[in-house]
């Protein structure tokens, strides 16, 4: 079975630094990675996702993230956050030939941005 | 597009109490997952369905927990008897196809005394 973690519970930054955060996951086989996000008091909405191919992977917002096989690692990435950024961020691995659907999340990662 | 649609967006109840969660997916999607999410486990897979047919039940936590769908545009999740343990905000989600994200519903957040 796939496990998914992400190192930071809480980050907290001011407005225009540039934000990391780490995930890495546990599997042997193919997988499909994800990035979720949660605003508050809103529903998780997909950010970015990586299926194959190029492994910097662009979504919305000004987010982007890097698949490192050799690290099992599917880092995201902004180079200058905002406000409004603030939320819970979920990565996320899917098995290779299953429902996507069928998600394996990380703990979640609360970033605050401070204006 | 109206998203998906998950009734009621708060519940209260006593242990020992059935409680029915209920969600309407996107019109046209025919994968239908549920979630549960939890400060000490995070979020979890409890079942997902297929043209309203369940594919994968391994995440239901017992048999107190039961999940059905009987027709494209609806489902439910249902515990009886509920405990504490059971509070939790849960979560559905519908895909267009078996290879497309997900699109959440605003959760149920069950809290039982």
């Known amino acids: 079975a796939q496990s998914v973690s992400q190192h930071n519970h809480h980050v907290i930054l001011s407005e225009a630094a540039s934000l990391e955060l780490g995930c890495n996951y546990s599997y042997g086989g193919t997988v499909n990675l994800f990035w979720y996000v949660q605003y508050p008091g809103q529903h998780l909405q997909l950010l970015l996702k990586y299926f194959s191919g190029d492994p910097l992977v662009k979504g919305i917002k000004g987010f982007e993230a890097e698949f490192i096989k050799s690290k099992f690692s599917f880092n995201l990435r902004k180079p200058s956050v905002q406000w409004s950024d603030t939320a819970e961020y979920f990565c996320a691995v899917n098995a290779g030939g299953t429902s996507y659907g069928k998600l394996t999340f990380g703990q979640g990662t609360i970033l605050t941005v401070h204006p | 597009d109206a998203g998906v649609i998950q009734s009621p967006r708060h519940e209260v109840t006593e242990m020992g109490q059935e409680v029915t969660l209920r969600c309407k997916p996107i019109s046209g999607h025919d994968y239908l997952f549920w979630y549960r999410q939890t400060m000490m486990r995070g979020l979890e897979l409890l079942i997902y369905?297929?043209?309203?047919?369940?594919?994968?039940d391994s995440g239901m936590p017992e048999d107190r927990f039961s999940a059905k769908m009987p027709n494209a545009s609806f489902s439910t999740l249902k515990i009886q008897p509920s405990e504490p343990r059971d509070s939790a905000v849960y979560f559905c989600?519908?895909?267009?196809?078996?290879?497309?994200?997900?699109?959440f519903g605003n959760g149920t957040r069950l809290t039982v005394t």
């Open positions: 989600a519908s895909s267009k196809q078996g290879y497309s994200p997900l699109h």
């Open positions: 369905f297929n043209n309203n047919v369940p594919i994968d």
